[in-house]
């Protein structure tokens, strides 16, 4: 593997721009399905694909603490296609169609204490008529609350999938779209509550104590900061 060396010089900081020159920690964001060119070499260059996940995963003080994945739609969302979980309100939820949560369970082989994260770019197919209206300026009054149980479920029943395939549990989720401009305050606190009170139609096994305190990501927004829940 090449090797690339460069210089971070503070004297270039630009001290007027406040937040912005705030180090928060570094993450992985894996989208798009884009992350299946690392499965790639899983498969064809094994010995490349340790070496990249040490470097990234690895150490004593490793480079990223985060890695938060797309709950694909099966849709073309950017720059490639997340496969969706789930295709139906009834199919049992599948977190090997993509990359992200296999790449999750590997990178916690190498640093345990790994956080995670899950957020949706949009939604499948089954669940897009009645969130249509999600990227709206007003996606809390035109969204149906009849429309809350069955995207809870969505991401519910991929978390227990995840549990059940590779032994992790979320740590994070956005209830709410990626880079949304007009944050869903009422979803996201129907969402929350019903997180913390979730109590019946896990698997035996399943940790529902650790899933109630799963952490609520209120909103992933890019454009304003103004939400206040």
């Known amino acids: 593997m090449n090797q690339t060396s460069f210089v ?20 992985y964001l894996s989208c798009n399905n884009s992350s ?24 004593k003080h490793p480079l990223m603490r985060m890695l938060k994945v797309e709950m694909g739609d099966d849709a073309n969302t950017s720059s490639g296609t997340e496969p969706a979980t789930m295709r139906s309100a009834s199919e049992t939820a599948n977190v090997n169609r993509g990359a992200g949560f296999q790449l999750i369970a590997d990178a916690k082989k190498i640093q345990p204490n790994l956080k995670t994260a899950i957020l949706r770019w949009g939604e499948p197919g089954w669940l897009r008529k009645d969130w249509f209206n999600a990227k709206s300026a007003d996606p809390d009054g035109k969204v149906p609350a009849t429309s809350y149980e069955p995207m809870y479920q969505w991401y519910k029943q991929t978390i227990i999938s995840a549990y059940q395939t590779y032994g992790f549990l979320i740590d994070y989720i956005d209830p709410d779209r990626n880079e949304t401009k007009h944050p869903m305050v009422k979803w996201i606190k129907w969402f929350a509550d019903r997180l913390e009170n ?30 206040s829940i």
């Open 198 to 227: 979730d109590q019946s139609e896990f698997p035996n096994d399943f940790p529902i104590s650790r899933y109630q305190q799963i952490k609520i990501i209120a909103a992933d927004q890019n454009y304003e900061r103004d939400l």
């Open 36 to 59: 299946r060119l690392l499965l790639d070499y899983k498969w064809e260059h094994r010995d490349s694909y340790d070496q990249i996940l040490q470097i990234l995963f690895g150490g």
């Open 8 to 27: 971070i010089d503070g004297e270039q900081l630009d001290l007027n721009a406040k937040d912005a020159n705030t180090f928060k920690g570094f993450g």
